[in-house]
């Protein structure tokens, strides 16, 4: 019995996913509860489990298509079993025409590919031959099936592919290459023994310029890069959170020499474990904390129905991973001392590279740190995480000449950058949160008062 694969919904606000890759091709055996293809949302990339054992008879939406939840993605099937692939979401079928003097033909009497090749129609073939069909290049709506009812085994796959090298000089290495490369070998001159083909023809063709004098200087073309991915997913919401909120950024210049005395006394003190890491980040993770507890206005978000106050932070990190950005929270992040925030935002931020958190980790923050000081930049202007009402950028700490105590001394110092969301709160009231942050950092014992 066959069984729809679907589009899974992950979250209230889920309307539709992007089938990122298949981990199986058609004709692959699939069991129950393993991976089968990878989703990805504006949020998370997840892989999803296949429901049902038997094999990939039909792959409906491919890789890099988007299609809305609850949309079949393709089919499980029996082996040897023969399914229908479905019409695409919103298509009219068409009705059924009557043969010539007689009744239209039934539902059970149309034929299983009865399209003109290359419109998508399913064509009954063998998982073998299909794996094979692709392993060559070949189209299986071009071969014509010898097996029960008209089905196409590994045999009739081969003999197509064989055919269109018939009479072809080429050595077997060539003809396999040729087939890889989609390259047409009735248009290659051979230059191998008795004018065989050989691989190296085929680089040439390939590669013309390689034989060819050097033509005239030409401009120099763009590399387009494809605007789509989680690339676009970014920019989408990038775009929706400069257009929805009032966004304001204020920049703080702090002494930060405390907050570095402080942290080489925990290193010092924990030199025995040589597990034992803290960063700048860590410290000012557990400061954000005590100072948004103070300020509970920056720890709120802006919803239809008015401003949540939130009475504990959802802490958000952004992460930079391979393919673009992606901002985990811990919840409470309030209630831990520094050693346990410390320990849990390095769990979220280290299963966000790895690809392993849950929707729950990636939604519900209530304020979001960005820290870019690993690049070297001393100041920016973050964009705010929607619907939260602030973000706090961190650049690198720098030894700097500044008057301490009346004199010019060189001092670790550091630049913090605010962005909030000015439909929220006022100037006043976020300007003191920065304030009292950079208080904390500059003088670390005001953080326990």
């Known amino acids: ?122 064509v009954p073939a063998m998982p073998a031959a299909r794996k094979l069909a692709r392993e060559l290049g070949v189209d299986l709506s071009t071969v014509t099936g010898t097996g029960k009812g008209g089905a196409i085994t590994r045999k009739d ?71 789509d991915g989680v690339r676009k997913l970014i920019a989408d919401n990038m775009h929706a959170s400069l257009q929805g909120a009032a966004q304001l950024t204020v920049f703080v210049e702090l002494d930060v020499t405390g907050m570095v005395e402080l942290r080489a006394q925990l290193l010092e003190r924990n030199k025995r474990d040589k597990e034992y890491r803290l960063s700048y980040n860590d410290i000012i993770a557990y400061a954000v904390c005590r100072a948004l507890k103070r300020h509970p206005v920056m720890n709120s978000t802006l919803r239809e129905d008015g401003i949540h106050l939130h009475p504990h932070v959802n802490l958000g990190i952004a992460v930079s991973i391979d393919n673009g950005l992606i901002v985990p929270n811990v919840k409470e992040a309030d209630t831990y001392g520094l050693e346990d925030l410390k320990a849990q935002v390095r769990d979220v931020a280290g299963r966000a590279r790895k690809g392993g958190l849950n929707m729950d980790e990636i939604s519900g923050g209530t304020f979001t740190i960005s820290n870019v000081s690993m690049l070297g930049v001393d100041g920016f202007t973050p964009i705010l995480n ?64």
């Open 1 to 122: 019995m066959a069984h729809d694969v679907i589009m899974p919904k992950w979250g209230l606000t889920m309307k539709e996913g992007k089938v990122a890759r298949w981990l199986k091709g058609e004709g692959d055996p699939v069991e129950a509860g393993e991976p089968l293809f990878e989703v990805e949302t504006d949020k998370i990339t997840n892989s999803v489990e296949a429901p049902a054992s038997g094999v990939l008879a039909k792959i409906i939406v491919p890789e890099g298509d988007v299609a809305p939840i609850k949309a079949v993605l393709a089919i499980i099937a029996a082996p040897g079993e023969a399914v229908d692939s479905p019409a695409p979401a919103g298509a009219a079928q068409p009705a059924a025409q009557p043969e010539a003097g007689g009744a239209p033909a039934t539902a059970a009497e149309a034929p299983a590919a009865a399209a003109p090749a290359g419109d998508g129609a399913f």
């Open 157 to 227: 796959v081969q003999t197509s592919a064989d055919s269109a090298f018939a009479g072809i000089n080429a050595s077997p290495k060539a003809i396999e290459f040729a087939r890889k490369q989609g390259v047409d070998l009735s248009e290659i001159t051979g230059t191998g023994e008795d004018g065989k083909i050989t691989k190296a023809d085929i680089l040439r063709a390939m590669n013309p310029s390689a034989d060819q004098p050097a033509a005239a200087p030409q401009a120099a073309k763009d590399t387009i890069v494809p605007m």
């Open 386 to 449: 929607p619907p939260e009402t602030g973000i706090l950028g961190v650049g690198r700490v720098i030894d700097k000449p500044a008057v301490h105590r009346g004199e010019i001394a060189i001092r670790q110092m550091m630049t913090l950058s605010l962005t909030f969301n000015h439909m929220t709160t006022d100037g006043a009231p976020a300007m003191a949160f920065l304030r009292e942050l950079g208080d904390m950092l500059e003088n670390p014992g005001m953080m326990i008062v």
